[in-house]
């Protein structure tokens, strides 16, 4: 049992170039939600999703796009990476039942330049 | 949401006990309270949810008085492995996703 995983752990991007974080979970969670935590800052939601074929926006959702096609994946499109999405991402699951506790993977470190 | 605030940062011992306090005075009726830590460069990890008066689990301890207006995280007799950052929720129901503050950073001194 896996739980939450992210890929990859590290990336380096040029500014410009887009890429895919991905997150995959295997607790059959209905919710899943991306964050991103600067330094020294708490986390900030991105988008998420209540189920398949199902996302919305978070706080923070510029430069960002999301799709749930299946329970197991939520996968992250940085669509044109800029220095300001420098960061780590988390990505988290829950149940869609009252007052379940969040679980999350152990992050991407994401450095562009 | 209910907006949380709690200190920004704490400085205990080990062997102390240590209290965290978070304020949401507009916490509303079906509003759970939860707190998650986070050790650097990890994802924040659950620790206690309550809705009102205390509960304990095998690593902390939760108190909510009456009002529900505020809730402290107890955690007894620290250890340096307790150095982490502190987050303290509020919301409910199905549709709810966790939406964090800053938090506490707590730093245990040997």
């Known amino acids: 049992n896996a739980g939450v995983t992210q890929t990859p752990k590290f990336q380096v991007l040029k500014t410009g170039q887009s890429m895919t974080l991905q997150c995959a979970q295997d607790m059959n969670h209905e919710y899943m939600s991306w964050y991103r935590q600067d330094p020294g800052m708490g986390l900030r939601l991105i988008h998420y999703?209540?189920?398949?074929?199902?996302?919305d926006q978070g706080e923070v959702p510029n430069g960002y796009n999301v799709s749930r096609s299946t329970t197991e994946d939520f996968p992250l499109r940085l669509l044109s990476a800029a220095p300001s999405q420098t960061s780590v991402y988390f990505c988290a699951t829950r149940t869609g039942a009252t007052n379940t506790e969040a679980f999350f993977g152990q992050g991407t470190r994401l450095t562009v330049v | 949401l209910a907006k949380t605030t709690q200190p920004i940062s704490m400085d205990s011992y080990e062997g102390q006990e240590v209290n965290i306090t978070c304020s949401h005075n507009?916490?509303?009726?079906?509003?759970?309270i939860t707190w998650y830590q986070q050790f650097p460069s990890q994802g924040p990890r659950f620790i206690i949810q309550?809705?009102?008066t205390k509960v304990t689990n095998e690593v902390a301890s939760l108190f909510i008085p009456a009002d529900r207006k505020s809730s402290t995280l107890s955690l007894p007799r620290v250890s340096l492995s307790d150095t982490a950052v502190y987050y303290c929720?509020?919301?409910?129901?199905?549709?709810?996703?966790?939406?964090f503050g800053r938090g506490t950073s707590l730093i245990v001194h040997p």
């Open positions: 929720l509020v919301g409910a129901g199905g549709s709810y996703i966790p939406t």
């Open positions: 999703s209540v189920g398949a074929g199902i996302t």
């Open positions: 507009n916490i509303a009726t079906n509003d759970y």
């Open positions: 309550g809705y009102k």
